[in-house]
């Protein structure tokens, strides 16, 4: 079946604009996390979602970012004012459910540059 | 807490062992491993659980030691399709599902 899609793959953007980054999870996965990978480092965790609700957004860096996930499937992260501190590459990941034997699969990231 | 992957790096030959250590500072519940090709998503290879269970690839072999928060992969008979980044992501004892990952360690297979 399809796997863990997102869009754009790359994202060019000015400092001080708003952007907005989409994630599609496998289908039936009720768990979605947000992760940001900078160069030559793991991904570190953002923000995931069990179902509608953020159940932890404890890693999102400031009040900047914020991601939504209206109807329990698709996931928008959306940051505004973007910084060139925010370029890296944003990967989403789903699973089942959030329980710790399932598997979180890893979609292929939109790369993010702030000029 | 990050947990500390080592070695950083490691270059082998076709066929030979490695190991690669994933050590935290805190208590864990799970130790997921993957490996990441350059500019590619990362990919699943294991799941270990406190209490034993583990989750994983036939090929791909890995230990959890509850006792002192370490998780090691081994990969045995390398091939060059191993190479890559590897990267251990912990769940704390919470059980809420988030992973911290590691900061990598670089295998390079040659032939």
């Known amino acids: 079946g399809a796997g863990v899609s997102q869009t754009p793959s790359n994202k060019v953007t000015e400092k001080g604009k708003y952007v907005e980054l989409r994630c599609d999870p496998i289908s039936g996965h009720t768990a979605l996390y947000w992760y940001r990978q900078s160069l030559g480092q793991g991904p570190e965790f953002l923000i995931y979602?069990?179902?509608?609700?953020?159940?932890?957004d404890s890693g999102l860096p400031n009040d900047r970012f914020f991601a939504v996930r209206p109807e329990g499937s698709v996931s928008t992260l959306k940051i505004q004012r973007t910084e060139r501190g925010d370029s890296a590459v944003y990967l989403c990941a789903s699973s089942l459910t959030r329980d710790s034997t399932d598997t979180q699969y890893f979609g292929p990231g939109t790369r993010l540059t702030v000029l | 807490q990050q947990p500390v992957q080592s070695p950083q790096a490691v270059i082998l030959r076709e066929g030979e062992d490695a190991v690669i250590n994933c050590s935290s500072s805190k208590a864990l519940y799970s130790v997921h491993w993957y490996r990441q090709k350059h500019g590619e998503a990362p990919v699943f290879l294991m799941i270990?659980?406190?209490?034993?269970e583990q989750k994983g690839h036939e090929k791909i072999s890995a230990s959890f030691n509850e006792k002192k928060q370490q998780s090691s992969l081994y990969l045995t008979a390398s091939q060059l399709s191993y190479s890559g980044t590897y990267f251990c992501?912990?769940?704390?004892?919470?059980?809420?599902?988030?992973?911290?990952f590691g900061q990598g360690t670089t295998l390079q297979v040659k032939p």
């Open positions: 979602f069990q179902g509608t609700g953020a159940a932890d």
């Open positions: 270990l659980l406190k209490g034993g």
């Open positions: 992501g912990t769940e704390g004892l919470s059980n809420t599902g988030k992973l911290i």
